[in-house]
């Protein structure tokens, strides 16, 4: 049985739309507009990266630019979860990365949320799953995997740092797997516990 995962879902309609420039129908109509959770601070860097940061989401990243936060809380049979999002359209590349604050009271299987994002996500956007690995990354639970597209690939990172998943996505045009943007990116991710 597959656990709801609501980022999963988020981050690959997100991906669509700043890929897209477009909503898909299925998607649900935008929350009332909320002051931002998260206080983003980034910092230019000499190779014209920032350092991007997020107080409230315990993470600190370099991307080519500062991305625009997405925040929305939903309803479930668990009790309410939101969902946080940041977004970065870049001149060939995507970046994404998300996380959820659950109900105190939901009690998830930890390796499931883990396999059922990596299949929400994949799902969402319409591809084929390529390859998959668990690891542990910085001492935390974590799987890592690609997907194409019929024009793009997908390398993506999902984290569980306490009771919070994360997931770290870059979209690169189709053999742009191995640029060095994808490993900046992903080596620069850390979160911590709060």
Same mark, same amino acid.
């Given at each position: ?92 590349? !995507?970046?994404?990365? /998300?996380?959820?604050?659950? %109900?105190?009271?939901?009690? +998830? $299987? ?61 979209? !690169?045009?189709?053999? /742009?797997?191995?640029?060095? %943007?994808?490993?900046?990116? +992903? $080596? ?7």
């Amino acid at each position: 049985m597959k656990s709801r995962f609501g980022l999963s879902i988020l981050l690959g309609l997100a991906l669509c739309t700043a890929l897209y420039g477009q909503e898909h129908s299925n998607r649900p109509s935008p929350p009332p507009q909320t002051t931002p959770t998260a206080t983003p601070n980034a910092t230019d860097r000499a190779d014209g990266w920032v350092n991007f940061s997020s107080t409230d989401g315990l993470f600190t990243v370099l991307m080519p630019d500062t991305p625009t936060e997405k925040t929305e809380t939903t309803q479930s049979e668990h009790g309410p979860y939101t969902t946080h999002l940041f977004v970065l359209r870049g001149e060939s590349n !995507v970046f994404l990365i /998300g996380w959820v604050d659950y %109900d105190p009271s939901f009690n +998830f $299987n930890r390796q499931a949320e883990l396999e059922a994002n990596r299949d929400n996500f994949v799902k969402g956007i319409n591809a084929t799953l390529r390859t998959t690995r668990s690891l542990t990354l910085s001492g935390y639970s974590a799987i890592e995997f690609t997907a194409d597209t019929a024009d793009r690939t997908f390398l993506s990172r999902v984290y569980m740092v306490g009771r919070r998943p994360y997931q770290i996505v870059i979209g !690169v045009p189709k053999g /742009g797997e191995d640029s060095s %943007d994808a490993t900046k990116f +992903f $080596n620069s991710f850390k979160v911590r516990l709060r």
